[in-house]
């Protein structure tokens, strides 16, 4: 599990930080740059992690119950649970995401499903 250093940075310099950061990755323009970004310094269970709460956040969105979530993600109640009230208290920046999500998977659907007609 990744660790955070005790030591106090400045606030100055960590609102800075985190301003410079979060540009960065605003101004990826691709899936592949973004993930390349990604790639280059967190590690492969920090990208297993961040894969797993979004698709708990999508797994909660369609309805599904925790107990299918757990099942299928392989994630405790308690991850469920955090992800969850995270979205419910100040996750509104996940809902743009989550709704282009549904929208790809329904124009997904709808496409797989024309050749049916």
Known sequence: MSKVS???MDKDIEERMYEVF???IGGLKTPHETRKFFNSFISDVEHIMLAKRFGIALMLTKGYTYRDIEDTLKVSTATIMSVAARHKVGGRGLTPALKQTLKEEKISDFLDNIEEW
């Open 22 to 24: 979060w540009n960065s």
């Open 6 to 8: 005790k030591k106090l």
